[in-house]
């Protein structure tokens, strides 16, 4: 099957320094920084040589929405019976219900107990996310 690739962490400078500087400069926010800072080239070595182990799930787009505070894109995934749900990156026109969809992610600790008590003792982070191509006369809509 084609993939289209929606997003690449790789290439996402804004979001990887926005988790840097969390993690650097608060007390209450930003991921620990157990292999490296977050997205330093550590980091990434860490991940490429399995030191950090990747997840890759393939489901279905089960529904796409607005989340937190109806601002922010999200997609709900389908995969082996299970739901969970993650930001909704680039194209929203290739989100569509009943679409295959990959994603491979990295479980990553959050750097203070206090959001492992709100939000579970890690942060699942997207590494890359990708979608079935659409035929080329869906596409072209």
Do not use: C
Request: hydrophobic content about 35%.
């Amino acid at each position: 099957m084609p993939w289209v690739e929606v997003y690449n962490l790789r290439n996402d400078s804004v979001h990887i320094a926005q988790v840097q500087k969390a993690t650097l400069t608060t007390e209450e926010s930003g991921l620990a920084p157990g292999h490296g800072l977050f997205g330093s080239p550590e980091w990434w070595k860490a991940i490429d040589e399995g030191e950090i182990p990747t997840i890759t799930i393939h489901g279905h787009i089960a529904r796409t929405y607005m989340g937190s505070m109806n601002d922010w894109p999200e997609v709900e995934v389908e995969a082996n019976g299970n739901k969970t749900q993650w930001t909704r990156y680039g194209a929203d026109s290739l989100y569509e219900v009943g679409r295959p969809i990959e994603i491979k992610y990295v479980l990553q600790k959050w750097r203070t107990k206090r959001l492992d008590r709100v939000l579970g003792e890690f942060s699942k982070v997207a590494l890359t996310m990708r979608v079935s191509a659409p035929d080329t006369e869906d596409f072209e809509k």
